[in-house]
């Protein structure tokens, strides 16, 4: 049955809108961070956006591994092959796990190499230290994954929001107490938001296990871990789909935290006011992704029934809806540009770099959300191949040396890392929604 484009904007936002808020969840425990330790000292949240970027740029991948779980769901879902659920998440499980070992072995191996990244002594020193805490949060940050994009792609999406946002009461109450030494608890600092952090993620895990597998409407899946027998082909199926999309955040990831890198040589009050900005820009962001999960789910669902009308109606009416959120977050970046600093810091010297930067960000987020919602409808098409060799060429062929040139060649500082953000975002967008618009023409063989 065709619907009409206003019904897929209805179905798309009622998909994205509890992501959105469980994304911003996500984004909020390093805005809260940044916002406490922010009271602490400059150097502390330098030291934060240092761990904070080298973390995501090793997590990101196992991320994106997690992310094929949802469209597979959505596309045996959209073919009537529901009992193909269990067997999809208890393999899931096993990956992701396995997966979760082996990045946090390789955050700790990175936290060694901190000190050879050219910071500030200090901000290195605490960096090291605080990436190892929050490293060991990374199993069961994919445990809670795992469950999350598995009842995801079934279109249940408001539990793992609702865990987020509990989870940033436990992690601000955390910060509380061990940043600060609260309540006669120890005070750690930057170390203490770490342990938080980690709590959080752990407690984030367990309640969505507990939840999915003892909530009436999963009954019907017949739920258990039990795996005699792993399935290759069921292995293979996400790891085709799970490797490339987690190669694909990988460039996107490790670009961003180049550029912290480089905004490190320029020194701590450009690294903080970076901090700041990118915070605020991750927010956002955050609309994109959401509705970028929510036009994947739907673009697989389309695609599982074999109509090519709505697999397009689903794709392009997802990208229009990203656009208009995009354009409104940019004209409140633009009027507030001088106040949303003074949320994280009183340090005049910094305000003024971190206002600058919102107003870039004003402009290179309109990119930025486009191309993630390309990303999400080439996932639904089972598409990432090309997509992986365009994110490639838009972050490391164009976007760093633009980094790189306008800053340090043209000596316009950090600003222009972030006019260069501005070209690589915008080649991303334009070739994923041309390649959405080419491949959706096509019938999809699965």
Request: positive net charge; proline residues 3%; contains cysteine.
């Amino acid at each position: 049955m065709i619907i009409s484009y206003k019904q897929h904007f209805e179905k798309t936002l009622n998909l994205a809108y509890p992501v959105i808020i469980g994304q911003l969840g996500h984004v909020m425990f390093g805005v809260v961070d940044s916002f406490m330790l922010g009271k602490v000292g400059a150097v502390p949240l330098a030291a934060s956006a240092i761990g904070n970027s080298i973390f995501f740029l090793i997590f990101i991948f196992g991320l994106g591994i997690s992310f094929a779980i949802s469209p597979i769901v959505a596309i045996s879902l959209g073919a009537k092959r529901e009992d193909d659920f269990n067997n999809i998440l208890r393999h899931s499980f096993i990956l992701n796990i396995t997966v979760g070992i082996i990045l946090t072995i390789v955050v700790f191996i990175s936290a060694d190499l901190i000190k050879y990244l050219n910071q500030p002594k200090d901000v290195a020193y605490q960096a090291a230290i605080f990436l190892r805490i929050i490293g060991l949060s990374l199993v069961p940050l994919m445990i809670f994954q795992t469950f999350k994009q598995s009842i995801e792609g079934l279109s249940i999406m408001l539990p793992a929001m609702i865990i987020t946002i509990l989870a940033n009461i436990v992690n601000y109450v955390g910060n509380w107490l061990l940043i600060f030494g609260n309540a006669g608890f120890p005070k750690l600092g930057l170390s203490g938001s770490g342990f938080s952090t980690l709590i959080t993620r752990i407690a984030m895990a367990a309640t969505i296990f507990i939840y999915v597998f003892y909530a009436k409407r999963f009954k019907i899946y017949n739920l258990s871990m039990a795996l005699k027998k792993i399935d290759i082909s069921v292995i293979k199926k996400l790891l085709n789909l799970g490797i490339p999309t987690g190669v694909q955040y990988l460039f996107e990831t490790a670009a961003f935290a180049f550029s912290t890198i480089m905004i490190g040589w320029l020194g701590t009050k450009a690294l903080a006011a970076h901090q700041i900005a990118i915070n605020l820009a991750s927010i956002t962001y955050m609309a994109a992704t959401g509705i970028s999960a929510a036009a994947a789910i739907r673009v697989g669902n389309a695609v599982g029934t074999g109509s090519i009308v709505e697999t397009r109606r689903s794709g392009f009416s997802a990208l229009l809806l990203c656009m208009i959120m995009m354009l409104c977050f940019a004209v409140v970046f633009i009027v507030f540009n001088k106040q949303l600093p003074l949320i994280y810091i009183k340090d005049y010297n910094v305000i003024p770099i971190a206002s600058s930067l919102i107003i870039i960000g004003a402009f290179f987020q309109v990119f930025d959300g486009s191309q993630a919602v390309g990303l999400g409808m080439l996932r639904g098409l089972t598409d990432v191949k090309i997509p992986t060799l365009i994110t490639f060429s838009a972050y490391w062929v164009i976007m760093i040396p633009c980094c790189y040139f306008l800053a340090f060649v043209m000596k316009l500082g950090v600003q222009g890392i972030w006019l260069g953000f501005i070209f690589g975002l915008a080649f991303s967008a334009i070739m994923l929604n041309i390649r959405f618009y080419k491949r959706s023409k096509e019938k999809i063989h699965l």
